[in-house]
């Protein structure tokens, strides 16, 4: 089946320093990812939607200066935190829908833990 | 914007019984409804999913019915077993390429 392979799996940085976060669509193409973000025993909130060659679209309240989308190919899509702060520590996956997967269209990327210290 | 509301927020539930979980939506045109379960520290996983010209849809111990003119779907866990133990998240979307937004999740704890 489809699989997203999302890296790393976690990570601590230092405040004021940024962090990549990649996400691979494995043996499928990727036409369009969203990436959410989720905090201790809540829900996935959407931070951006982005589609292969174009610029992601970010939800109210996300700061697309501060979390920089690329989308650059069918296969990765990544997410950059920059000057990252402690409130920016959570949960980050991504989420990647392609139409020939058919009723199973979305599939989710592992998920990477940010720590920021 | 899409709101979803899931309910209830904790269930507990003996091994054997079944657990329900309801959610409402608030846009009529949301035409595509999954639902995820999560363990602590992992993705999401699409357990099962029902589009709106379906009113009910099962699969094994887990079955899924929408009610399009109240606009709300629930899920449904027959005979449950510890390892069902998890959230559950619901999610509702315009179609099966649109974002989706999230219930809140259900943390559903089976007793042995």
């Known amino acids: 089946g489809a699989v997203v392979s999302q890296h790393p799996s976690w990570v601590i940085c230092k405040s004021g320093t940024s962090v990549k976060i990649e996400c691979r669509s494995l043996d499928f193409q990727a036409t369009t990812m969203f990436w959410y973000r989720q905090f201790p025993k809540q829900s996935l909130m959407l931070m951006a939607t982005?589609?292969?060659?174009?610029?992601?679209?970010?939800e109210q309240g996300v700061e697309k200066d501060k979390f920089l989308i690329n989308h650059a190919s069918l296969t990765l899509s990544t997410l950059t935190v920059t000057s990252a702060h402690p409130e920016d520590s959570s949960f980050y996956i991504c989420?990647?829908?392609?139409?020939?997967?058919?009723?199973?269209?979305?599939?989710f990327g592992s998920g990477t833990r940010l720590t920021v210290v | 914007g899409e709101n979803v509301e899931q309910h209830p927020s904790t269930l507990s539930v003996q091994e054997g019984d079944s657990a329900v979980i309801k959610c409402t939506y608030s846009d009529s045109a949301s035409n595509y409804f999954p639902w995820y379960k999560q363990e602590l520290g992992k993705r999401p996983q699409l357990i099962i999913d029902i589009r709106s010209n379906v009113g009910e849809k099962k699969d094994q111990r887990i079955a899924v019915t929408l009610n399009k003119t109240a606009k709300h779907f629930s899920l449904h866990i027959t005979e449950t077993q510890p390892e069902d133990s998890a959230v559950y998240f619901c999610?509702?979307?315009?179609?099966?390429?649109?974002?989706?937004?999230f219930g809140d999740g259900t943390t559903l704890t089976v007793k042995p």
């Open positions: 982005s589609n292969e060659g174009s610029k992601a679209t970010y």
């Open positions: 999610a509702a979307s315009k179609d099966n390429a649109g974002k989706s937004t």
């Open positions: 989420s990647a829908y392609t139409p020939v997967q058919g009723p199973y269209g979305y599939t």
